[in-house]
């Protein structure tokens, strides 16, 4: 089993960074990747990237490439994810998942993140 846990989030003002964290724990080696996503009130959860857990390769949905990064730090089990020039719109639960089995079988709690105008 694996547990993934976010943190990181909060309110900040449009143009701000914030950085989110996901640290997974338990048998942390099941994981192949580790997705980013969000949903906002009323809203379908969306994509927003992923990293590769062993290559560091990683992918950004079209709505976030150049604002936000996805990195990892392996010796810690965490991945973490950059926002840079957060927009209004970015508002919403971030959730990280972890891909395993070709599925996104494991899920964080997810954390808030507000930004305001």
């Known amino acids: 089993q694996v547990e993934l846990v976010e943190s990181g989030g909060g309110l900040v003002q449009a143009g701000d960074s914030l950085r989110l964290s996901c640290t997974a724990s338990?048998?942390?080696?099941?994981?192949?990747?580790v997705g980013w996503f969000r949903q906002a009130p009323g809203k379908e959860r969306e994509f927003v990237g992923s990293i590769d857990w062993s290559t560091g390769s990683t992918t950004l949905a079209a709505s976030v490439k150049g604002r936000f990064t996805i990195s990892r730090d392996n010796a810690r089990n965490t991945v973490y994810l950059q926002m840079n020039s957060l927009k209004i719109e970015d508002t919403a639960v971030y959730y990280c998942?972890?891909?395993?089995?070709?599925?996104?079988?494991?899920r964080g709690q997810g954390t808030q993140v507000t930004v305001s105008s």
């Open positions: 998942g972890g891909l395993s089995g070709g599925q996104y079988v494991y």
């Open positions: 338990g048998r942390a080696s099941d994981i192949n990747a």
